[in-house]
């Protein structure tokens, strides 16, 4: 998938790719008067409107799970998870892009593009998801051992997101509309995957058809471990992994014949 030279090539730029999320980061936080305390301030927000709204407003209760913060709990799973998938997918078609004149002025392996776009996702995720594991263990609703099945299915699931990334954001330099389409499709997507209500409350004839949604399987295992406690169903998620696969090979491969021609389109 990728050769011994970009492994190199990664390598030797590993500083360049670490500077590269750092001055993100602060290009992001560092003119605000609070400067990264928003990291914590605003994922913290939000899962306290969630909490509050939703199991002491609303008094939403998920079938099955006794907990007055099941919802809440199965909410914040999908949506926290759901946006690392959103973020990487969304810098990810443009990262070619926002990158031209960078392209065009230095001579660098451009396979560390797609990289700087995983790891900033990536630790913002992380930030926002030792708060949520925060809460779960204060709430007296933290997993157990069972906690530790979130890390293979989050790499399942950057794996996905980098595989479709690379081939928008190549497919995006030569034909723009992809990324305008792509915008489009993925607010569909987000209410055609079971995250702000639960798969079972849909017709069995409908609920068939979400076999066939990979980000349906990977929130769904989140769900399940989180909010249930209980391992996910691997095997469920084996075609996830086999698209997963087939996403990156098909990303690396546009990149290896096209990476010439998008510096012209640029």
């Known amino acids: 998938m990728i050769s011994s030279a970009m492994l190199r090539g ?3 730029y590993r500083g360049f790719i670490f500077a590269s999320v750092k001055r993100e980061f602060q290009a992001k ?6 400067g990264a305390a928003w990291t914590i301030l605003n994922p913290l927000a939000m899962i306290l409107v969630y909490t509050i709204i939703f199991s002491q407003v609303m ?8 907990t007055a913060f099941g919802y809440s709990i199965y909410l914040c799973a999908g949506i926290l998870t759901w946006g ?17 004149n960078l392209i065009k002025k ?4 451009r396979i560390c593009l797609p990289l700087i776009v995983v790891v900033s996702a990536c630790v913002n995720f992380a930030i926002i998801f030792a708060l949520f594991t925060v809460f779960l263990i204060l709430s007296g609703n933290f997993p157990g051992w069972v906690f530790l099945a979130v ?3 989050l790499l399942l699931q950057v794996i996905f997101a980098i595989g479709l990334a690379m081939i928008l954001g190549i497919l995006n330099v030569f034909f723009r509309d992809v990324g305008q389409f792509f915008g489009i499709f993925i607010q569909f997507w987000f209410w055609l995957t079971p995250i702000v209500y639960p798969a079972n409350i849909l017709p069995e004839s409908v609920r068939g058809f979400l076999r066939y949604n990979p980000m349906a399987q ?11 406690g209980q391992f996910p169903n691997w ?19 546009l990149f290896r014949r096209r990476a010439g021609e998008m510096v012209d389109e640029l």
Request: hydrophobic share 50%.
């Open 10 to 12: 990664i390598w030797s």
């Open 29 to 34: 936080y560092g003119n605000a008067v609070l």
């Open 59 to 66: 008094h939403s209760r998920l079938p099955g799970v006794d």
């Open 84 to 100: 690392l998938f959103a973020e990487i997918t969304a810098r990810g078609q443009t990262m070619f892009l926002d990158n031209a």
């Open 106 to 109: 230095i001579n660098f392996p």
């Open 151 to 153: 890390f293979p299915v």
């Open 218 to 228: 990977i929130t769904g295992a989140y769900q399940t471990i989180l909010v249930n």
């Open 235 to 253: 095997q469920s998620l084996l075609p996830s992994l086999l698209l997963s696969v087939l996403f990156c090979l098909i990303g690396m491969q």
